[in-house]
């Protein structure tokens, strides 16, 4: 069998391609930290605000410089509206809906998850420059979907 001067080239320029692209894969979750966001859990989305830590919504620094942030999504409106965390702090943000799906995207950064009816989300971020944040929901969750938003003030 022959193979082609032209096809022997492409099989091994598809072959390098992948082996650069698993490369990258590799270096950005192992030498970067770069993570999809996880699951944390279930939750019954009928209590979700008499379960803990939902029932207590809100900014709660669990260790100097380590920061929890437990926010409810619902429609059409995230509890508590306004964050503040402290720059250079590391924040971990757990989340989930009281009712149907939402979004949980900050914008300018990686935080970017989904808020799924009974499951609970984890995100952590580091905020290095202090400002502020945009807080929207970018999952189509009906009518007053648009004017579902908040804020990260980093200080
Ligand atoms: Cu909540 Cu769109």
Not at 45 to 57: S, W
Not at 118 to 135: N, Y
Request: with cysteine.
């Amino acid at each position: 069998m022959k193979i082609h001067k032209y096809e022997k080239a492409f099989l091994l320029l598809s072959g390098v391609i992948l082996v650069i692209f698993l490369g990258a894969s590799f270096y950005a979750a192992l030498g970067m930290g770069i993570m999809l966001p996880s699951r944390d859990g279930e939750i019954d989305v009928r209590q979700v605000r008499t379960t803990p830590p939902f029932d207590n919504p809100g900014v709660r620094e669990v260790a100097p410089g380590v920061y929890e942030v437990v926010v409810i999504g619902q429609a059409w409106s995230f509890l508590p509206q306004e964050i503040r965390v402290p720059a250079g702090a590391e924040v971990t943000f757990i989340a989930t809906s009281a009712d149907v799906l939402h979004g949980f995207n900050i914008e300018g950064t990686r935080v970017n998850v989904m808020l799924i009816p009974g499951q609970i989300s984890k995100v952590t971020h580091r905020f290095e420059k202090r400002g502020e944040h945009l807080l929207i929901c970018h999952e189509y969750c009906g009518l007053g979907h648009h004017m579902m938003s908040g804020k990260v003030i980093v200080e």
